[in-house]
C-alpha cells in the first residue's frame, strides 16, 4: 500500500472528492480536472477501478469508519488494490498505527495534531452558505450583515498550528438538494484559508453527474473550473497570516468551534490572526498593533511575559472580562447554542469598540455576502487578498484600502484573465475599485 503512494502524486498534493461509483468509465468524469484522490465506501472497493484510477495518477482511499477491526478494512483496501485508507471518526492510537492511513479524518476535539501524517483532517463542518432563516430572510450577523456560516475560523486556527496539507470532509445535510453555487461555496471556504474541502454531493446531484445529464456536467465543469483557480495559485498560501490584530485562542477557549470570535471578527472583514496559546512569541506579535486574550488564565507566566512586552511596546491589549470563560461546545459539537452565543457578546462589546473602524490591515465596502481573509510576504512587500461570495448573485461596486503604498494591484478570478486594476493612494495606504465578482477571486498587491 505505502508504495503506491509515490507512484501517483504527492499525498500533499491530492486533491480529494468523495466518489460513489466503482465504474471505471466513471473515470473519465476526472480528466483534465484537479481531482486526483478518491475516498470510496467499503461497497465501492474494486481491483479493476483502483488499477485504472492508479493508471491515471488517481489515489483511490478507502473510507473505514470506528466499530470493526480497523487492521483488517486495511487489508481488505490493499486486497482491493486501494493506495491507502482514509480513517473516518475517532480512533484510537493503537488503530491508527496498525491501519497505516493516508489521512485520518477525525472530529476535531481528536485531531493529532503533531502527528507525522502528511495530511491532517477533519470530518467535521458547517455548510458553508449565507445562513437562511425558517421565514426566507437571511440571519443578521453582529456586524448587521447577513451572517455566513462558515470554516474559516477553525480553519485560520488550523493553519496557524501546522502547515501541513489539510482537509475538511463535511458532507451535505441528509435529504437536502443544494444548487451548484453552494458547492463552489464550500470550495472557496476551504480554499481561502490553504485547506481543501474534500467534495461530497447530495445524491441528486451524485446520480446527475453518472447518468452525464447536461445541466449537471455544465455544474460540473464550473466546480472544476473554481477548484482548478485554487490549485493553480498554491503559491498564495505561503504567506503569513496578515493585519495588525492578533487573537490568542487555544482549543479550550473556542479556537475549534464554528461561528465562535474569529468567524465574527471575519463577519466584520477585520484581518486577524489566530495565534495559538502554544505558538505565542515575540515572534508571532510582530506587526500587530492589537490583541485579544481569550483566556488570560490558560497562559503561563513566559507567555504572560510575551504579552506584557506587546504592551509595553505600544500594543493594546484586550482580555477576557474577570471571572470570565469562554463557552464551550457539548461534547464533540462545533457550534455554540444560543446562551453560549449570547455570552460571547460580553467579549464581543469591548472587542468590536476596540477595533471600531480602524484600518487594520484591509477594509471593505459593499461586500455584505463576502468573507475575506488577508495574507503578506514578512516584508510586506506583497499583500494577497482573498474573497469568496457567499451568495447567489454577483457583488459589485467593491472598495478594498489596504495598508501599505503599493504600485500594482491584479486582480485574478476563476471565470477571467488576471486584470491589472488601478492602485489609487489613500491617508492609510492603497485602494482599489472592483467592478464586480461573481464567485470572489483574490487581489495581489506590490
Not at 471575519?266 to 481569550?294: C, F, Q, W, Y
Amino acid at each position: 500500500m505505502l508504495l503506491a503512494f509515490f507512484l501517483i502524486a504527492g499525498m500533499a498534493d491530492w486533491v480529494p472528492a468523495r466518489w460513489a461509483s466503482n465504474d471505471v468509465k466513471s473515470l473519465e468524469l476526472l480528466n483534465g480536472t484537479p481531482v486526483n484522490c478518491l475516498l470510496l465506501e467499503e461497497r465501492l472497493w474494486s481491483a479493476p477501478f483502483s488499477e485504472r484510477a492508479k493508471e491515471l495518477g488517481i489515489a483511490t482511499l478507502g473510507v473505514v469508519r470506528p466499530g470493526g477491526d480497523a487492521t483488517d478494512a486495511a487489508r481488505r483496501a490493499a486486497a482491493a488494490k486501494l493506495t491507502g485508507v482514509a480513517l473516518e471518526g475517532d480512533f484510537n492510537d493503537a488503530d491508527i498505527a496498525r491501519a497505516k492511513p493516508a489521512v485520518h479524518l477525525a472530529p476535531r476535539r481528536h485531531i493529532r495534531w503533531s502527528s507525522a501524517a502528511e495530511i491532517l483532517g477533519t470530518n467535521q463542518g458547517v455548510w458553508a452558505g449565507v445562513q437562511i432563516q425558517a421565514d426566507g430572510a437571511a440571519k443578521a450577523a453582529a456586524s448587521g450583515a447577513p451572517w455566513v456560516d462558515t470554516n474559516t475560523g477553525f480553519l485560520r486556527f488550523a493553519h496557524a498550528l501546522t502547515n501541513k496539507a489539510f482537509w475538511t470532509a463535511n458532507t451535505p445535510p441528509p435529504k437536502t438538494l443544494y444548487p451548484a453555487e453552494r458547492y463552489l461555496q464550500a470550495i472557496g471556504d476551504a480554499a481561502m484559508t490553504g485547506a481543501r474541502w474534500v467534495l461530497a454531493f447530495d445524491d441528486d446531484f451524485t446520480a446527475r453527474l453518472l447518468a452525464r445529464e447536461a445541466a449537471a456536467l455544465r455544474d460540473w465543469g464550473r466546480m472544476m473550473t473554481l477548484l482548478r483557480f485554487y490549485e493553480s495559485h498554491r503559491e498564495w498560501n505561503s504567506l503569513q497570516p496578515a493585519g495588525q490584530l492578533a487573537l490568542v485562542q487555544d482549543a479550550e477557549s473556542g479556537a475549534l468551534l464554528s461561528g465562535g470570535i474569529l468567524d465574527m471578527i471575519a463577519a466584520k472583514h477585520t484581518p486577524v490572526r489566530p495565534v495559538p496559546i502554544a505558538k505565542l512569541s515575540d515572534e508571532r506579535m510582530r506587526g500587530a498593533k492589537m490583541a485579544v486574550n481569550v483566556d488570560p488564565a490558560a497562559l503561563s507566566a513566559t507567555q504572560k511575559e510575551v504579552l506584557l512586552r506587546f504592551a509595553r511596546s505600544g500594543g493594546t491589549t484586550l482580555s477576557g472580562p474577570p471571572g470570565w470563560k469562554s463557552p464551550a461546545a457539548a461534547g464533540d459539537a462545533i457550534t455554540l447554542g444560543k446562551e453560549d452565543l449570547d455570552k460571547l457578546d460580553e467579549i464581543w462589546r469591548e472587542l468590536n469598540s476596540m477595533t471600531g473602524r480602524k484600518n487594520l490591515g484591509a477594509r471593505l465596502f459593499n461586500v455584505s455576502s463576502m468573507l475575506s481573509n488577508l495574507l503578506a510576504k514578512p516584508d510586506g512587500s506583497q499583500v494577497a487578498l482573498y474573497l469568496v461570495n457567499y451568495s447567489s448573485y454577483p457583488v459589485e461596486a467593491i472598495t478594498v484600502h489596504v495598508l501599505g503604498k503599493f504600485k500594482k494591484c491584479t486582480l485574478y478570478t476563476p471565470e477571467s484573465p488576471a486584470q491589472e486594476l488601478a492602485v489609487y493612494p489613500i491617508e492609510e495606504g492603497s485602494g482599489v475599485e472592483i467592478e464586480r465578482l461573481a464567485l470572489g477571486g483574490t487581489l495581489v498587491f506590490e
